[in-house]
């Protein structure tokens, strides 16, 4: 990889610790996936500092090609560009990532549409629901990746479906596939099992649901379903509630309307995290345990289940766990809501998302209509990102 920087520097320890990392980087160290995001938010926090300091502008775009967020670093160079570092070897760079570029024929397309890093976002959005709407959703991806990059920075770009789709195959004609997911997932779980919060952690982690575009989108998907059952006291079931922020959001919904007084249950495994949210949502039933323990019948939970709710929680189980949950369900289930990565919908394997296998995304109409679903409706995310493109809504056999 080839690079330069600008000279006047920026005056700042931030901006130096960014240009050691790029010698150390440039160097082949290897020890430097810590100090890359601390040197990305080193970056974000200057970008905040100096907004008109092109230089800083450009030294946040080397620093995010190397975080493998492509997005970002191109839309930070054209920046610096904005910022008056036209020269011609920062035009070239922009250049080359557009002539890469599967989406943008040329760069002054480019610089048209990308004025601000919020109609950049828009325009990409725009583009998504586009394509969700005329069922490509390979295409809507790509577009979502874009979105979800721009809005994080400090995360890396995911790969695309295709790409993902190839890796499958091979993996499949090299029996390797079963162990590409486990390893995959075995660091979630430990992730996830792991983390223990306090009170107040987990009040905030439960106030977060508050103010997200897509926590609010899925409350009140939710809602829109419970209310279509037309009980007066609908049981509604999480499984893999965390904390409980999502089921909280759909009580404050409700709460209004005495017409409904919902049972809401929350099953999550993590047993530091459901005490602690036990004591803070006295309104919300919560049981420890997972998928295995629901199957297994070892929940005291409701015979029948109105709207289950399964919120990024199949990207981290196995393609058998996943049909296993789901044949638990079906006979059980009115409506069945998932909020997930969404995009490998009509697939026909589950696929581990890259870069650093980060989640499974499942073939969920197979898995869902092989199980006793029939799929209702599948909406897309309003801004997607990572872990949340879409909702699916599936009717069991309790109809
Ligand atoms: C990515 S978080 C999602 C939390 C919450 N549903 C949300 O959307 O914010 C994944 C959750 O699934 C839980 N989980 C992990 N393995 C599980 C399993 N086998 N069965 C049920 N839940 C599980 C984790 O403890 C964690 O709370």
């Not at 006047?8 to 996936?33: N, S």
């Not at 036209?86 to 760079?93: G, L, P, V, Y």
């Not at 009115?334 to 998302?353: A, K, P, Y």
Request: aromatic share 10%.
């Amino acid at each position: 990889m080839e690079t330069y920087l600008r000279q006047p520097k920026i005056d700042d320890p931030r901006y130096d610790q960014a240009v050691e990392f790029i010698k150390m980087y440039l160097r082949g160290d290897h020890d430097t996936h810590d100090f890359l995001r601390k040197v990305n938010l080193g970056c974000q926090s200057l970008r905040e500092d100096y907004p008109k300091a092109p230089e800083v502008w450009h030294i946040s775009s080397i620093i995010e090609r190397m975080f493998d967020n492509i997005e970002c670093s191109k839309y930070f160079i054209a920046r610096a560009i904005r910022l008056g570092l036209d020269e011609q070897d920062t035009r070239a760079i922009l250049d080359k990532y557009i002539d890469e570029d599967i989406l943008w024929g040329d760069t002054e397309g480019y610089l048209r549409q990308s004025q601000s890093i919020d109609t950049l976002i828009e325009y990409y959005v725009s583009k998504a629901h586009h394509y969700f709407n005329k069922g490509d959703f390979d295409l809507a991806d790509i577009y979502s990746q874009r979105v979800s990059a721009l809005n994080n920075p400090l995360l890396s770009q995911l790969v695309e479906i295709p790409k993902l789709r190839d890796e499958t195959k091979i993996h499949n004609d090299r029996n390797t596939l079963d162990q590409h997911y486990k390893s995959t997932i075995d660091i979630l779980h430990q992730h996830w099992t792991n983390i223990a919060l306090d009170n107040s952690d987990v009040e905030k982690n439960i106030h977060k649901y508050n103010g997200e575009a897509d926590r609010l989108q899925m409350a009140e998907e939710a809602v829109k379903w419970i209310r279509a059952t037309e009980k007066r006291s609908p049981a509604i079931l999480e499984i893999g509630c965390f904390a409980g922020g999502l089921l909280n959001e759909i009580y404050k919904s409700l709460s209004s309307d005495e017409d409904i007084s919902p049972r809401l249950v929350g099953v999550e495994p993590n047993e530091n995290i459901t005490v602690e949210a036990g004591k803070l949502l006295p309104h919300i039933e919560f049981h420890v345990g997972d998928h295995k323990s629901l199957v297994s019948y070892g929940l005291n939970l409701p015979e029948l289940i109105d709207v289950c709710i399964i919120s990024r929680v199949f990207s981290i189980l196995m393609p058998d766990d996943v049909e296993q949950t789901l044949e638990f369900l079906s006979s059980r289930t009115h409506f069945l809501i998932i909020c997930d990565d969404i995009f490998n919908l009509n697939g026909e394997q589950t696929m581990v998302r890259m870069p650093s296998n980060f989640f499974l995304i499942h073939n969920f109409r197979d898995k869902l209509e092989n199980n006793g679903f029939m799929i209702e409706d599948v909406i897309m995310a309003n801004v997607p990102h990572r872990e949340f493109t879409g909702i699916i809504i599936a009717k069991g056999r309790q109809n």
